[in-house]
T-cell receptor, first 114, second 111 residues
């Protein structure tokens, strides 16, 4: 079946530190991969995505590369800010019954301290 | 931002009562989804719709029903609410194999 495993949180960093949140997946076929972010009290927002192997998604200084050989899609940012404090979800798209569904990891809470 | 609203935003109800949550979109997207978010579980799909009057079950559909009589509205009904259905409920929309856009969520407490 399709599943996503992401690193357990919470993660606490100081401002300007380097961030990595690990994500690995199991899927049949060739899914698209996503990172969503949820700020406190809000719904999820798409942060970045990649649709095929070796693609790199990027947005707001965050990056993730679709690695088919290691079935991974790790999220990175070189210098985090306090405003990056949020919960981050890795997800993959799975086509089932003619419609596309997202399968989410459990989320990783990031806190960035000044 | 995609035009998605959810109502109510907060609801407190008692065990055994029926509850209906509404999701409304102004984007004319074909697909609509209902998820629940719980600590330690991330987001789990309850039901989804791929067109007017076309719906299907997700991974946690027991105790829930849905209806979609218009493109813009997707209703989630808890026929007889239980404490295990206390959660935050999110609606999402998408247009054929594109990114899903999420609403602001409904926080439901079943006492």
């Amino acid at each position: 079946g399709n599943s996503v495993t992401q690193m357990e949180g919470p993660v606490t960093l100081s401002e300007e530190a380097f961030l990595t949140i690990n994500c690995t997946y199991t899927a049949t076929g060739y899914p698209s991969l996503f990172w969503y972010v949820q700020y406190p009290g809000e719904g999820l927002q798409l942060l970045l995505k990649a649709t095929k192997a070796d693609d790199k998604g990027s947005n707001k200084g965050f990056e993730a590369t679709y690695r088919k050989e290691t079935t991974s899609f790790h999220l990175e940012k070189g210098s985090v800010q306090v405003s990056d404090s949020a919960v981050y979800f890795c997800a993959l798209s799975a086509t089932q019954g003619g419609s596309e569904k997202l399968v989410f990891g459990k989320g990783t809470k990031l806190t960035v301290n000044p | 931002d995609a035009g998605i609203t959810q109502s109510p935003r907060h609801k407190v109800t008692e065990t055994g009562t029926p509850v209906t949550l509404r999701c409304h979109q102004t984007e004319n997207h074909r697909y609509m989804y209902w998820y629940r978010q719980d600590p330690g579980h991330g987001l789990r799909l309850i039901h989804y719709s791929y067109g007017v009057k076309d719906t299907d079950k997700g991974e946690v559909s027991d105790g829930y029903s849905v209806s979609r009589s218009k493109t813009e509205d997707f209703l989630l009904t808890l026929e007889s609410a239980t404490s295990s259905q206390t959660s935050v409920y999110f609606c999402a929309i998408s247009e054929s194999f594109e990114t899903q856009y999420f609403g602001p969520g409904t926080r439901l407490l079943v006492l």
